[in-house]
């Protein structure tokens, strides 16, 4: 059982302006800069037109048309109206104009934006996308994202870090790149209870009868129930998936959840609606710094680890741009600039001890730069066909009420 001062998380020191900072200022800003994890929802789109990728490619005018159009999440980039900010030394050292749109509000949303013209094999009028570990998969397989030239992203096959290297769904980055990382886990006001150090406790204890929420990610959620009752989130089959449910509709039943939350309840948890959750990284680092009671977990099943993820969809005119770019922000350096405003894990090694240089008061943040240790306990949720996701999404939605 892992010591209780190895399962905080500190309290980082105030700083200047940072993503995080606007994010607990409130108001709009705040609402549009949720992190990417705590804006994911349940899938019930109807299964997409799938393309053969290979007969979908348009022509790259990269060499005549120095340009770059990406879309991605709110506040997930650092101030770019700076001269010195990430995307302005990215123009100025390699003349391409970014057109940068944050228009990446949820997974599921945004796929609604697309699923027509990529699934009719038109274009979306984007180089680049950044979405979810789940939907990238998704948009994959059903052939409507360019495979990347590897020989164009030296720093991304160099510098990934180890624990999102091999995934199932496309294991030597040919069609996807890390933005950022984050981890799933438990949280709790521990001026209300003693410490929560499992998925177990949290599900079963009688002092939290009531007084905890789960998500309404279903990946997440059911990540831990299976792996509390057995099973490989990463790779399970149908009779896992059972147990996990059945268990989750018992906790259920017993009055053990108050709620399913997105991220709201780092709000229930601060308020003392709630006692303990299942929680976000970001939403914690964030919540800390007006409640430090407020504390993350690293359950003993495990930490469940997401990306969100670049990718070029079909017929997109700058792939070799959008590689260029990729490529810059795995330099370290580059890397560490973006996760000193950005706050989530950093997927670029060699990142950390750049940080040394740029900001040391984050160069210890385990919510940033995890260390071996609590990598080596994350785990991720397989990837999903079309029925799959038909049937647990469907499953799920019945016992939460989503």
């Not at 993503?19 to 899938?43: E, T």
Request: include cysteine.
């Amino acid at each position: 059982m892992t010591g209780e001062r190895d399962t905080m998380v500190p309290v980082p020191p105030a700083r200047g302006t940072t993503r995080r900072g606007l994010l607990a200022g409130g108001g709009a800003v705040a609402f549009l800069g949720l992190s990417a994890a705590a804006l994911k929802l349940p899938f019930f789109e109807v299964e997409g037109a799938r393309v053969e990728a290979a007969s979908c490619v348009g022509k790259d005018i990269s060499e005549t048309d120095k340009r770059l159009i990406i879309s991605n999440w709110p506040a997930y980039i650092d101030p770019r109206r700076k001269k010195t900010s990430t995307a302005s030394v990215f123009t100025a050292t390699y003349g391409i104009e970014v057109d940068y749109t944050d228009d990446v509000n949820d997974n599921s949303e945004f796929y609604a934006k697309v699923k027509n013209q990529l699934g009719a094999c038109e274009p979306v009028q984007r180089d680049m996308m950044v979405l979810t570990d789940w939907m990238a998969a998704r948009m994959i397989d059903l052939g409507w994202i360019q495979k990347l030239d590897t020989a164009r992203i030296p720093n991304v096959v160099d510098n990934v870090i180890d624990p999102l290297r091999d995934l199932a769904w496309d294991p030597d980055f040919e069609y996807h790149v890390p933005w950022q990382s984050g981890l799933t886990g438990i949280a709790y006001n521990a001026d209300a209870v003693g410490e929560v150090r499992s998925f177990e406790e949290l599900l079963t204890r009688s002092d939290l009868k009531g007084r905890i929420s789960l998500l309404t990610e279903m990946r997440d959620t059911m990540g831990f129930l299976i792996k509390v009752t057995g099973g490989d989130p990463s790779d399970f089959d149908d009779d896992d998936w059972g147990n996990g449910i059945d268990l989750l509709r018992q906790v259920v039943a017993d009055g053990q959840v108050r709620a399913f939350t997105g991220n709201e309840y780092i709000q229930d948890l601060a308020a003392g609606n709630i006692d303990a959750c299942e929680a976000w990284s970001g939403d914690v680092i964030q919540a800390q710094y007006d409640n430090p009671a407020i504390k993350f977990v690293t359950p003993e099943e495990g930490l469940m680890l997401w990306s969100d993820n670049m990718l070029v969809p079909n017929l997109a005119e700058h792939q070799a741009n959008a590689e260029t770019w990729m490529n810059y922000y795995y330099q370290p350096d580059v890397a560490a600039k973006l996760a000193a405003w950005v706050n989530y894990i950093c997927p670029v090694k060699g990142a950390q001890e750049e940080m040394e240089k740029l900001d040391p008061s984050l160069v210890d943040n385990p919510l940033i730069f995890p260390d071996d240790e609590t990598l080596s306990q994350t785990m991720s949720f397989m990837a999903l066909d079309e029925a799959q996701i038909t049937q647990y999404e469907g499953d799920f939605a019945d016992v939460t009420g989503g």
